[in-house]
């Protein structure tokens, strides 16, 4: 099953519940698609600049590669 990895900032973050309603829309994509696998991988409070600075990009490097076509 192929992933996708979301990178990204607070409007794509997960939020526990005890932040109820506040949902980012990487939060409820799972819910959206089918046959794809969502890994949130964004922060809030973070800019793509600071994902790539902070190392956040280097931890998901090594789970990338091309797609396949059907």
Not at 32 to 59: M, P, Q, T, W, Y
Request: net charge positive; charged share 25%.
């Amino acid at each position: 099953m192929p992933t996708w990895f979301l990178c990204g900032d607070s409007t794509m973050c997960d939020y526990g519940p005890e932040l109820e309603p506040r949902t980012g829309w990487g939060q409820a994509l799972p819910a959206l698609v089918r046959h794809v696998r969502v890994r949130n991988c964004a922060a809030s409070g973070r800019s793509s600049k600071s994902f790539i600075d902070e190392g956040r990009l280097d931890a998901i490097r090594p789970c990338l590669r091309p797609a396949t076509c059907c």
